[in-house]
């Protein structure tokens, strides 16, 4: 058996090794390192595979949280809505920038933010909502899209996790994640579903005046040289990394679908398993993942474990020779930076329930049935044996 990584960019690498050489041979040949040819490309390109009107490539995903908070005017004081489950970047940048982060409990069953505690939260003060695409599940973002018109607020997709995922409206109608709300933010962080080989990063938005607005951020407020005409900062995509995404983008789906393949076979053999809880999307309700569902690309596939040692299985995996990892130990409002005295510990019951059972796979488009097997039947026989 091949030996198991969390994620295998040396073997996706492999099967693209021409293009990318090639790509990154004539960017060296060209110079243009900078805001050269490779980058207006992808961003074009990208453009086409999200249906949304504007994509602007930044230096990475927390740049372009920030940078996006930053076109929509967003002041000191102004809250600002997320999720308590979730990576730091997310509420870093809110404070960041003197805004007043919100953060509200999530789903049991999806772990994205919970739409009914965002209602909870509103308050005067109230200016943006961001929802976060956790693991690479769509939130819901119909009710979220609602909720934000009857308040009057601003919808930032956080959808560094989730590239490549579809909703699909109670319409009927589908639309890419990052091209629903004002404006989405996303990484391009090796490890992501769609990563370059280094930082990287984007904005998407329909709105054109937000997109040249944002377009002068990102260069240090400029729209002609040495003319700045707004507060910007220094966060461009540079073209070594835009060549390493074009090579890839045209795989991207290809990619997700390997991911929803390794998830479905995880979601079959972990089925029965009472201590186990598997990742869903929304089209089935018990816990297995159709041909068709495309609203979860499984940027990582999480289990939770009940009434079993999460840390006792974690160190077993690793003892066995099965990386793992735990996608998040510790909620944002229990993080020394982020602690206040606002929050409540009875309003976060899901977060602090999940940061002890959740235990995130390996998970990647280069996983065969026989390293996904040794992995399944590894963690069942500890949770039977440990239960």
């Known amino acids: 058996m091949r030996k198991i990584q969390m994620v295998d960019l040396k073997g ?9 050489d090639k790509s990154l041979h004539e960017v060296v040949e060209s110079t243009a390192f900078i805001n050269g040819p490779e980058v207006h490309q992808f961003q074009k390109e990208l453009e086409d595979y999200l249906g949304v009107k504007h994509v602007i490539p930044c230096a990475n995903g927390t740049d372009a949280l920030q940078i996006a908070m ?79 018109k009857e308040h009057n607020l601003y919808v930032i997709e956080d959808n560094a996790q989730g590239i490549g995922a ?25 490890s992501k579903n769609l990563g370059c080989y280094g930082d990287g990063g984007a904005i998407f938005t329909n709105d054109d005046d937000l997109a040249h607005t944002i377009r002068g951020i990102v260069n240090h407020g400029m729209y002609v040289r040495y003319h700045h005409d707004v507060v910007g900062v220094n966060s461009r995509l540079d073209s070594m990394q835009a ?24 979601t079959s053999a972990f089925r029965g398993i009472e201590n186990i809880v598997t990742p ?24 939770r474990v009940l009434n079993v040692d999460r840390d006792a299985l974690v160190q077993h995996l690793n003892e066995q020779g099965i990386p793992c990892g735990v996608y998040y130990p510790i909620p944002l409002h229990l993080q020394k930076a982020y602690a206040d005295e606002r929050y409540n510990e ?42």
């Open 243 to 266: 060549a390493v995404l074009r090579a890839k983008l045209p795989h991207l789906d290809d990619y997700n679908n390997s991911r929803r393949d390794a998830a479905r076979k995880y």
């Open 70 to 148: 930053m076109g929509l005017g967003l002041k000191p004081g102004d809250e600002v809505i997320t999720a308590d489950f979730t990576f730091a970047a997310t509420v870093e940048v809110i404070a960041l920038l003197g805004l007043t982060p919100v953060l509200v409990d999530v789903d049991p069953i999806d772990f994205n933010i919970d739409v009914d505690e965002i209602r909870k939260a509103i308050t005067p003060r109230t200016r943006a909502i961001v929802p976060v695409h956790l693991f690479g599940l769509s939130a819901k973002m119909d009710e979220i899209m609602a909720l934000a």
């Open 280 to 303: 869903t999307g929304y089209c089935d309700a018990e816990n297995s993942i159709c041909d068709t569902c495309d609203c979860h690309v499984f940027h990582q596939y999480t289990l």
């Open 346 to 387: 009875a309003n976060f019951k899901v977060t602090n329930q999940l940061v002890k059972e959740v235990v995130s796979l390996p998970m990647h488009t280069e996983l065969d049935d026989e390293q996904i097997d040794f992995i399944t039947k590894t963690v069942i026989n500890f949770v039977n044996n440990n239960a």
């Open 12 to 20: 996706q690498y492999e099967k693209i090794k021409d293009r990318v």
């Open 166 to 190: 579809t909703y699909t409206s109670g319409d009927g109608s589908k639309t890419k994640t990052g091209a629903i709300g004002h404006v989405a933010s996303t990484s391009f962080f090796p």
